[in-house]
T-cell receptor
Framework: DAKTTQPPSMDCAEGRAANLPCNHS???????VYWYRQIHSQGPQYIIH???NNETNEMASLIITEDRKSSTLILPHATLRDTAVYYC???????????????FGQGTTLQVKP | ETGVTQTPRHLVMGMTNKKSLKCEQH?????MYWYKQSAKKPLELMFV???????ENNSVPSRFSPECPNSSHLFLHLHTLQPEDSALYLC?????????????FGSGTRLTVV
């Protein structure tokens, strides 16, 4: 699975959009981009995933560049409860609906401030 | 509550003790996973079970012994652990190992080996 690079930490003001970048320059055509977050002392929580199109759900938006070498997770109106470690993971699609295991990196610690 | 329940939440054990961690899900998922999260380290995948069969063991020492009696329950039996085994142990489940939507994690068991 391709390696991802994320900034170790970021701050965001409450109510503003949080934009979390991720570089995955060695991503392959059959690898999906996943985002999870882990609030202190809890298990990771799935946020969103995508292959090449931008995706949006009730939690966040995922913007993937056209060359797929980087992506940005957007939390449109960050709240204090969004303070967490955010993980960007690329995960291979082995075909026939079979994807590879979920391997976590160090992630980005997002601190939302009042 | 995520639908994946881990017990106990906290455990302190001596190096000569034998204890077990329990994970339970009633999400109808067929794949279950054990992860280890040591302080200031990324999550490490330990074991993967699919339809009760172990499909992956990531070179985990034999003092950790998993058991999956059915698709809803996963145990991690611990014996003669070392202080460096102190960590947050996380259980996760997914519809199957090829699940694209994502894993559901429990809140973890915080293990301290003294």
């Amino acid at each position: 699975d391709a390696k991802t690079t994320q900034p170790p930490s970021m701050d965001c003001a409450e109510g503003r959009a949080a934009n979390l970048p991720c570089n995955h320059s060695t991503i392959s055509g059959n690898e999906y981009v996943y985002w999870y977050r882990q609030i202190h002392s809890q298990g990771p929580q799935y946020i969103i995933h995508g292959l090449k199109n931008n995706e949006t759900n009730e939690m966040a938006s995922l913007i993937i560049t056209e060359d797929r070498k980087s992506s940005t997770l957007i939390l449109p109106h960050a709240t204090l409860r969004d303070t967490a470690v955010y993980y960007c993971i690329v995960r291979v699609d082995q075909g026939s609906g079979n994807t590879g295991k979920l391997i976590f990196g160090q992630g980005t610690t997002l601190q939302v401030k009042p | 509550e995520t639908g994946v329940t881990q017990t106990p939440r906290h455990l302190v054990m001596g190096m000569t003790n034998k204890k077990s961690l329990k994970c339970e899900q009633h999400l109808g998922h067929n794949a279950m996973y054990w992860y280890k999260q040591s302080a200031k380290k990324p999550l490490e995948l330990m074991f993967v079970y699919n339809f009760k069969e172990q499909t992956e063991n990531n070179s985990v020492p034999s003092r950790f012994s998993p058991e999956c009696p059915n698709s809803s329950h996963l145990f991690l039996h611990l014996h003669t652990l070392q202080p460096e085994d102190s960590a947050l142990y996380l259980c996760a489940s997914s519809q199957d190992v090829g699940e694209r939507v994502g894993y559901t994690f429990g809140s973890g068991t915080r293990l301290t080996v003294v």
